[in-house]
């Protein structure tokens, strides 16, 4: 990895946290530790697993959401991603849908103000998410709903994960969905060729 360049990521992604959520996003001791495991985990090499274990409302989620997102603001501002880094996997689309929303804020504003023209791309794969939501984000905004209604879903994955320019660097999915994109050898092939974090979070409830 790129040491100046993974500094400044730390700071980019811990001052926009800071600056977006004030005294109430006041980052705790557990979450701190569980940003560092999680960096440490990605940049280790080769297999590793880390347990993030806390109770309701200890802020779990943003424990390993911001150590992903800091090791993908590293690697976009060295210029040595294009595709899929890390895949948060939840148990329901419910709940992949709230955490997506949840991150969304936080990620429109990196880009903004720091990551012009090297933006992080993001998509949830689970439900009809990524026709309906993410097509239209990330290949053709002014796709027609009737046309996007006729669109087949390899046409979508294809659109989506095979091209280097749309391909998202986090992706929100749950396990049924993930289950039938590994069947496909394209979303297969980008899903996992160069992914270097997979999160199962609330792994109780699979």
Known sequence: ????????????????????????????????????QTLRGIYAGGPNTLAIVGGTGSGKS????????????????AGTLSSVHSLFLYPRVALMADQREALEGLLDLINIHHLSGIEIRWASDGGSFLKTI????????????EDLEKKGIREVIRSIYADPLKCPHLVFANPDTLTYRLADPIANQFLTNNLKNLVVDEIHLL
Request: hydrophobic share 40%; no cysteine.
């Open 134 to 145: 993410d097509y239209p984000r990330l290949v053709n905004p002014d796709i027609e709903p």
């Open 1 to 36: 990895y790129d040491a100046p360049k993974l500094k400044e990521a730390v700071s980019i992604v811990l001052d926009t946290y800071n600056l977006s959520y004030g005294n109430e996003g006041r980052l705790s001791e557990f979450q701190f530790r569980s940003i560092v």
């Open 62 to 77: 943003y424990g390993f959401q911001l150590g992903a997102v800091i090791a993908i603001v590293e690697q976009r501002l």
